[in-house]
């Protein structure tokens, strides 16, 4: 075993070991890790996965001989604890007061043999609480003291005397702590709600008091170069702000409504591993061909699906299948949402002289091998993609359609020819997102104590797909002028699985459930 960095470390570590909460080998990953990012030894192990928090916080219980708590048990609402202890004290210490009378008081804390935040504590209660002499502290999951923290203090107006700026820094701070990819901020008669979306859903954040508001929407605009003068028409710009070591790219939009302006921030992570197909959720069998395609040397791959369902994060998982070092590959996307190692990148933006048409035309200049194109939206850009693909070039792109049986008739309504079409066609891909059940507690819950790991029973999103290779057969249809009954008809005969198939096969795994699917989907069609 690799030596570690403290006598309490050691101990740690022999204890994990001897438990076999964990192995030798996960044991010096997590040590070699350490030494990297300076972090704790027990941070890493749980950051890694190998440790699960809360047995961690029972081990530590039997070795300091305080008690562990399961805060999941309890009512997270409950009034008598409201008010205890202020929140500041409770945020910084990580202490959340769980069962409190006019004696008595427990409270649950991360670290209980912290003295310095014990003793803060206890100095507080006797100072303002002199009746209550029993006081116990508990070993408890931060993530589950976090969670009831916010039962306790739920939705709350944001302090009058807080400094605007602090109040949208803590905002952008926290909704990238939680994964969010939007925060909305919408005004209405006597506040300003905000709202994060988080998988895909949008969840209550905060509300914030109306003086506070002119100062946020003022430092926003300034921040993405925006009119701060302009409040009658829509505006939008970005930023950069790095948070944790992480640069994030924030797209601001603002938006006249009748109380005020409706401002909504983009988050996107420059950061962000890129994931592989495998990792978003494809079926194996479909990965594979997929991998097969990306090898040809021309040919056009469609991605369809509504605004929000991962298609450019497909497209970037296509990418990585290909070998940058022996093909040339080149972007055109609005916005660049991660950057990708030996890929030439370059945006599309809205106040720029370059369009979609214009960069191919560029791009074909510069000897590409592949080509991604963000998205096909007009006749001019679907006949440079298809002259693209023609020229001898792998093109990948995206089409707003229901499914894919879509794609070939709107590719035909912006001008291609069913002729060309039907030669150049390789692949097509729907996709939508659903969220995936949460692996802690898989959805089974009461409303009153809901599980800290998750928001509603769900964690994380999955993909759910429909992929159609255009062989022979489908491009004999589309020669001939087939319209979409055509095609439906033969994927019938070929038994190509389609979305509500694909979706159904996750909800028989438990990986999501009918509710979401449906809230996705729609309703399932009748046959």
Known sequence: MQSVSSYQEQHLANALLSKEYITIDQLNVAISEQKINNQSLEAVLVDMGYLCPMLLQRLKSE???????????????????????????????????????????????????????????????????????????????????????????????????????????????????????DIHFQPDEKDIGVRFRIDGVLEV???????????????????????IAESRRPQSGHFLKSIKGNDIDIRVSTHPT?????????????????????????????????????????????????????????????????????????????????????????????????????????????????????EIRDEETASMALRAVLTGHLVLSTLHTQDVLGVPGRLIDLGLSTVLLAGTLQAVIAQRLVRRLCQVCFGDFKSETECPNCVKGYKGRTIVMEYLTFDEEFNDVITKGGDRSDLARLRREIQFPTLWDHGMQLVNDRVTTMEELTRVLGSPRTK
């Open 258 to 374: 009748l109380y005020g302006e409706n401002v909504v921030l983009r988050l996107l992570n420059k950061e962000k591993r890129v994931l592989t197909l495998d990792e978003l959720g494809f079926p194996k069998i479909i990965a594979t061909e997929l991998r097969r395609i990306t090898k040809a040397p021309q040919g056009l791959i469609v991605l369809t699906g509504p605004t929000g369902a991962g298609k450019t994060t497909t497209l970037y998982a296509l990418l990585s299948t290909i070998d940058a070092m022996q093909r040339n590959i080149m972007t055109l996307e609005a916005p660049i949402e991660s950057v990708l190692p030996g890929v030439r990148q370059t945006e599309i933006r809205d106040n720029s002289m370059l369009t979609y048409s214009d960069g191919i035309r560029s791009l074909l200049r510069q000897d590409p091998d592949v080509i991604l194109i963000g």
């Open 205 to 227: 954040a905060c509300v914030i008091h109306p003086t506070k508001w002119s100062q946020i929407i003022n430092r926003l605009k300034v921040c993405a170069n925006l009119d």
């Open 63 to 181: 070795n300091s001989g305080l008690p562990f708590v399961d805060l999941r048990s309890l009512d997270p609402k409950k009034k008598g604890t409201t008010g205890f202890l202020p929140k500041d004290i409770c945020y910084n210490l990580k202490a959340y007061p769980f069962y409190v009378n006019n004696e008595q008081s427990f409270i649950a804390m991360q670290d209980p043999e912290d003295v310095k935040a014990t003793d803060a504590l206890l100095q507080y209660i006797n100072l303002y609480h002199p009746t209550v002499q029993d006081i116990q502290f508990y070993h408890a999951d931060v993530k589950q003291i976090d969670f009831y923290l916010k039962n306790l203090y739920p939705q709350e107006t944001i302090d009058r005397t807080d400094e605007p700026l602090s109040i949208l820094e803590h905002i952008i701070d926290t909704a990238v702590s939680h994964d969010a990819s």
